[in-house]
């Protein structure tokens, strides 16, 4: 069945410094991809989406692209900030009869001063 | 414009007691989902619902019932709660926005069942 991978957290990592969350995916047809983040004691938000192989979201500074080929969807912000402490979901969305969105496990991300 | 908001936001109750958590949006979006979040597992989807008078179970429904009372509201109810279902629950409505659907989350409700 469709599924979602990402790399298990937490993620620790200093001001400024590079971030990359691996997501890869399997899926009958051709779905779309999202990365949602959540806040402490918030519901989650759609950061960034790709609809098609080689689209490349980006939002905030964050950025993924659509890699058919390896059906992969990394996450990545060339210079994390404190404020970008949450955890960050990587999820497909396929439509079989109905629209149907499947999350990964979610990976923690503890940005330090 | 609220967005979806979730009532109760916390909720503590003993096994066997039942309760019924409540979800609106005001986006017009005709799809809504109820989610549980549990640690190391992602949101694992109860029930969804494509549209005004429709209902459809998802990945773990066992334990739990749902109501679309209009296009605006859809509710779950826990008939008699189990311990295994302390979790965080969300409530989300489908848009699209552009050629891609994207869901809408609320706040949550925390629940423990004693």
């Known amino acids: 069945g469709d599924s979602v991978t990402q790399m298990e957290g937490p993620v620790t990592l200093s001001e400024e410094a590079f971030l990359t969350i691996n997501c890869t995916y399997t899926?009958?047809?051709?779905?779309?991809l999202f990365w949602y983040v959540q806040y402490p004691g918030e519901g989650l938000q759609l950061l960034l989406k790709?609809?098609?192989?080689?689209d490349k979201g980006s939002n905030k500074g964050f950025e993924a692209t659509y890699r058919k080929e390896t059906t992969s969807f990394h996450l990545e912000k060339g210079s994390v900030q404190v404020s970008d402490s949450a955890v960050y979901f990587c999820?497909?969305?396929?439509?079989?009869?109905?629209?149907?969105?499947?999350f990964g496990a979610g990976t923690r991300l503890f940005v330090k001063a | 414009n609220a967005g979806v908001t979730q009532t109760p936001k916390f909720q503590v109750l003993k096994t066997g007691q039942s309760m019924t958590l409540q979800c609106a949006q005001d986006?017009?979006?005709?799809?809504m989902y109820w989610y549980r979040q549990d640690p190391g597992m992602g949101l694992r989807l109860i029930y969804y619902?494509?549209?005004?008078?429709?209902?459809d179970k998802g990945e773990v429904p066992n334990g739990y019932n749902v109501s679309r009372l209009n296009k605006r509201e859809f509710s779950l109810r826990l008939e008699s709660a189990a311990p295994s279902q302390t979790s965080v629950y969300f409530c989300?409505?489908?848009?699209?926005?552009?050629?891609?659907?994207?869901?809408?989350f609320g706040p949550g409700t925390r629940l423990t069942v004693l």
């Open positions: 989300a409505s489908r848009g699209t926005s552009g050629n891609t659907d994207t869901q809408y």
């Open positions: 899926a009958t047809g051709y779905p779309s």
């Open positions: 790709a609809t098609k192989a080689d």
């Open positions: 999820a497909l969305s396929v439509n079989t009869g109905g629209f149907k969105t499947i």
């Open positions: 986006m017009n979006h005709n799809s």
């Open positions: 619902s494509a549209s005004e008078g429709t209902t």
